[in-house]
């Protein structure tokens, strides 16, 4: 995630439920977490040690799905978090998820199941983070996993 010119990493952990409406068109929640620590300033807390953040994120996806394998997807998303080491640090803001990916296996009509594989970028505004506040905030995720569609 990249945060007013700092940098941190962390782990994500996201699940997905909703309809295929057709082959070529879904629509799914998408509810996760990501926990991430950085030794820079985070979401303009300060810096000069490390920090700890879990955020908790949900999405609305619209998706195309294109030869039974290429994803696309957008929707608006809602996210909250605080730092772990801090109680009294805490963020919330809408945001946009966008995500491209390859589902592997399956094909034809009815359902398809397989290993997939995605990059999905999301834009988050923090309008209530504590000491900067009315912050855009950007995250590239890999996202690897299983889907059923």
Not at 46 to 71: D, V
Not at 93 to 101: A, D, E, I, K
């Amino acid at each position: 995630m990249h945060t007013h010119n700092s940098i941190w990493f962390g782990g994500q952990l996201d699940v997905r439920f909703g309809a295929q409406i057709t082959d070529l068109f879904a629509l799914y929640a998408q509810v996760g977490g990501v926990l991430g620590v950085s030794n820079v300033n985070i979401i303009g807390w300060g810096g000069g040690w490390t920090r700890t953040m879990l955020l908790g994120s949900a999405a609305l996806l619209a998706e195309l799905t294109f030869a039974n394998c290429f994803q696309i997807a957008l929707g608006p998303s809602a996210w909250m978090g605080e730092e772990l080491s801090r109680s009294d640090i805490h963020v919330a803001g809408p945001g946009l998820t966008h995500r491209v990916g390859l589902a592997f296996g399956g094909g034809g009509h009815g359902t398809r199941q397989g290993f997939s594989v995605a990059l999905q970028l999301d834009i988050v505004w923090f309008p209530t983070a504590d000491a900067e506040p009315m912050g855009h905030h950007h995250a590239i995720s890999a996202l690897f996993g299983w889907d059923t569609f």
